[in-house]
């Protein structure tokens, strides 16, 4: 995400005053909210989607992943390079080429 | 999301030839599932939470964001800005400072 | 549900003394989350699903929502049936036989 | 739930011919779309929630669990129980007493 649009998620937030409802447990609950209103695109049908909602639901997980980031004062590269090395590790290439087993069952 | 991250992510899905896996529903399914082991950090106690395990379901959550903009060929900006507009309208300021209602509700 | 099988639920919950984790909030999170591990079987293959693994995680989430029940009170037949009846006039026959589009779409 | 509600339900989708549908992914997404908007009945404030809303947000999670249960001929209190015997093995009452932790870290 550019800095701007960190930015003006950051000031959407403190304009309303919002900061106060954002906990880290009721961010929690709101991505996994929005997770399913995107789940929703796909709920009868996987095939024929609607684009503009799609994108809009995955938009606000993304906003509520960096309202969390903030809230917890959290970098995002760091925590996404730090689990793809765990990832990396508990899946081999060799192992789980092609397959989508569960690590503990490769 | 650094081009170096985001490029780490999309090596690790090719090397396992992945993408095969990769449906827009698949990866809204896995958002969530993601998006509920983030929830149980919180599930019985909101305030102490265990911040390692946060980090690592908060990173799932992003990664498998990064691989629906991916497949979708979207950009996280644009999407983000989008919904931005939408929400800074929803909610204006005066009517919502210091509120957690719906819009539909203010 | 049989009467047993509520009073067994009901039991293994007092026995522990978890009464005191139940609020109404922590009971809808643990819903969702094993609402999650169901839909976890379904992940990559939605053909090809583990029935025992199903039926473990369906259970989890019948037995969360009956302690919810339990900790508001409520009638298990009489909020289905208040709701089937919204459901029937949402969803007339005619209008949405064969269809799986939202009453306000239809 | 009384034989009456759950003829109910089954006769509501043997009318709109929407068992085409019904396969257990898609009922596994629907039960956890459904337990999200529960979820979002607690997702600011956990105390002041709206009692109306509840109680259909969780008669949409039952509904879909009950299709689902029918969809794959599967007993109620014979998968309930069956987990319970589980639950009462890994939680042994004189560890988990007043403790919220999980069984691995009883």
Redesign the interface.
Known sequence: ??P??IE??RR?TE????D??H????L??????E????????????EN?D?KH???E??????Y?RN??DK?G?D??E??????E???KK?P?EK???K?DKYDQL
């Open positions: 995400m550019n701007e649009t003006r998620i959407f304009d309303r005053n919002w106060q409802f906990s880290p447990a009721n929690a609950k709101s991505i996994s909210i997770a399913n209103e995107l789940l929703e695109c796909f709920q009868w049908d996987e989607y684009l799609v994108k809009e995955l938009a606000d997980v993304l906003v992943c969390m980031l917890l959290l995002e590269d925590i996404v390079n730090s689990k793809m765990q990832n990396e899946y290439i789980s080429k092609g989508a």
